[in-house]
Antibody, heavy 121, light 107 residues
Framework: EVQVVESGGGLVHPGESLRLSCAVS????????MTWVRQAPGKGLEWVSS???????YYADSVRGRFSISRDNYKNTVYLQLNSLRAEDTALYYC???????????????WGQGTLVFVSS | DIQMTQSPSSLSASVGDRVTITCRAS??????LNWYQQKPGRAPNLLIYAASSLETGVPSRFSGSGSGTDFSLTISSLQPEDFATYYC?????????FGQGTKVEIK
């Protein structure tokens, strides 16, 4: 059974940092593309960052230079380091698998339940 | 960046109705278009990938169509469990974008 479990969220002040974790079971993060998506309270979904099987990383313009995605192959966990946090980063952060079905375009098929980041002074 | 625009933003419908949601991309994304359903307090759920392919386990009343810049999600006969918010998302290139969402409410 596949499980995706996020953790690490919390209440922080502007300018502070957090590290989010995404622990996976049922597939290996090394062999899959992984992504973070966030959702501000009452708002829509926003793609944040992805890490590819070759280790390449990509970021939305809104977080590039402040956030960093990485993975630990032994722990089968993906991380999102959030630095220089702003009030507008307040959101529920989801981790998801970015699957590429047999030559089909990417899609996010397995999602966790999210971890909440609240940035406030 | 490619912008995704959904319409309508919300709609009211009755059980048994046929419902269509549209999604327009600001430039061609081929068939790199996915649809998700999200219920309150829950994570999004993949319904349709590659514009028209039904994800395993998703009821056949859901269907997707389109290519290029214009896409649609159709629910052939709305069921009580289908009242939710629906999002389109392009996966063309490396910077993905979601539409703003369409909330389907009970009439």
């Amino acid at each position: 059974e596949v499980q995706v479990v996020e953790s690490g969220g919390g209440l922080v002040h502007p300018g502070e940092s957090l590290r989010l974790s995404c622990a996976v079971s049922g597939f290996t993060v090394t062999n899959n593309y992984m992504t973070w998506v966030r959702q501000a309270p009452g708002k829509g979904l926003e793609w944040v960052s992805s890490i590819y099987t070759d280790g390449a990383t990509y970021y939305a313009d809104s977080v590039r230079g402040r956030f960093s995605i990485s993975r630990d192959n032994y722990k089968n966990t993906v991380y999102l380091q959030l630095n220089s946090l702003r009030a507008e980063d307040t959101a529920l952060y989801y981790c998801a698998r970015d699957v590429r079905f047999a030559g089909s375009p990417p899609a996010f098929d397995y999602w966790g339940q999210g971890t909440l980041v609240f940035v406030s002074s | 960046d490619i912008q995704m625009t959904q319409s309508p933003s919300s709609l009211s419908a009755s059980v048994g109705d046929r419902v269509t949601i549209t999604c327009r991309a600001s430039q061609s994304v081929g068939t790199y278009l996915n649809w998700y359903q999200q219920k309150p307090g829950r994570a999004p759920n993949l319904l349709i990938y590659a514009a028209s392919s039904l994800e395993t386990g998703v009821p056949s009343r859901f269907s997707g169509s389109g290519s290029g810049t214009d896409f649609s999600l159709t629910i052939s006969s709305l069921q009580p469990e289908d009242f939710a918010t629906y999002y389109c998302q392009h996966s063309y290139g490396i910077l993905y974008t979601f539409g703003q969402g369409t909330k389907v409410e009970i009439k």
